[in-house]
């Protein structure tokens, strides 16, 4: 658009020579060529940008009225990369200035000087324009850099903080089962053979049994309460992401799409998902991996898929790869199997773990 009130502003400067000029077919021919040339300019691709104005520039050489209308081919050229193309216009103006009036010819020197000055005006614009351009690109991109950083810094964070709470809910389940059930266990068998000595006294040996029964009470309690703190120090999608992290060698994503993952379904998922990692870490080429994880209405699905490029043996691929073609695979169908469910074991542009285990208790 820079160009565009550039070129107006020369053409303007250049009708000027109408007041010193005749009206003539000559010179009405050399302002509707300039103008086509000039627009020209504007539409053709860069490299053949300057054609138009260096061939208007020959015609002004050979006839001199267009030498009028001059300072619009000088404003083109003085666009090209070329020096030669640059300044080429420089000898049909010249020759101009010998042939034309002395008045027509100051007029297509001012008009020539204002185009070479509207263009270096322009160029240097546009110049700044792109790098301002360039320089906002290179800002957003790191600020975006930095956010992804930033998100991937506070993600970790979070598996942090969420490792650590389940470490602790294990401790806590842990503490209370070695220390607490230990010494309920050790009170009920005391108890227990304080009746045994005072079995011929009826009203000891009753309040004996009372004490009996509230300390097999408090024992099914905090039994209750260690399972459920130990079954809530397993989180399925934590585990994998632990295991993820601890694969330095592959790069790992995860799609996990389930949840309320039965403790023995995640234990038994998390089991196949650690020895798929550690089969393609040592036996594959394979430098990705995508670990997902789903819930349907009827099953759990499990797929670990690699993208290694050397096929294992068909022996080893199905439902039921043979017994010598490693532990790993017999172990991963054996945990589905455990809990009703199958596993299958294919190529696929990379070796495929699938492993599906129904919901509710296992046939």
């Known amino acids: 658009m820079e160009r565009i009130v550039d070129k107006v502003v020369v053409l303007a400067c250049c009708l000027a020579c109408f007041a010193v000029l005749p009206w003539g077919v000559a010179l009405l021919l050399a302002l509707l060529c300039s103008v086509a040339a000039s627009a020209l300019g504007e539409v053709l691709p860069r490299r053949l940008a300057s054609v138009p104005a260096l061939a208007y520039a020959l015609a002004a050489l050979v006839w001199p009225p267009f030498a009028a209308f001059l300072a619009l081919a000088a404003y083109d050229l003085s666009r090209d990369d070329h020096p030669l193309v640059r300044w080429c216009w420089l000898l049909p103006a010249l020759s101009a200035l010998v042939r034309l009036d002395a008045v027509l010819a100051l007029l297509m020197a001012l008009a020539c000087a204002l185009a070479l000055l509207l263009s270096y005006r322009t160029r240097r614009f546009q110049a700044e324009l792109a790098a301002y351009r360039r320089l906002r690109d290179d800002v957003q991109e790191t600020s975006l850099a930095l956010e992804e950083k930033n998100r991937g810094l506070r993600d970790k964070q979070d598996l942090e903080v969420r490792l650590a709470t389940l470490a602790e809910r294990g401790r806590i389940a842990r503490e209370i089962h070695d220390n607490v059930g230990h010494l309920l266990t050790r009170s009920i068998m005391q108890v227990e053979a ?18 009996g029964d509230t300390l097999h009470e408090a024992m099914g309690c905090v039994r209750a309460s260690v399972h459920d703190l130990h079954d ?11 295991a993820a992290d601890a694969c330095a060698t592959l790069a790992v994503d995860i799609d996990y799409r389930a949840s309320d993952v039965p403790p023995d379904v995640g234990y038994g998922f998390i089991a196949i998902v650690r020895e798929a990692l550690s089969n393609a870490a040592k036996h594959s080429d394979a430098s990705r991996v995508s670990v997902s994880v789903a819930a349907y209405p009827a099953f759990y699905r499990l797929v670990v898929h690699d993208n290694g490029s050397v096929p294992p043996p068909s022996d080893m691929l199905g439902d039921a790869p043979r017994a010598d073609g490693g532990i790993g695979l017999s172990t991963m169908a054996d945990r589905a199997r455990a809990l009703g469910g199958r596993c299958r074991f294919d190529y696929d542009r990379g070796f495929k773990v699938f492993a599906t285990v129904p919901k509710g208790d296992p046939a």
């Open 194 to 211: 304080l009746q045994v000595v005072h079995r011929d006294d009826e009203r000891v040996r009753g309040e004996l049994a009372q004490v």
């Open 232 to 242: 809530d120090a397993f989180d399925l999608e934590t585990q994998i992401r632990e």
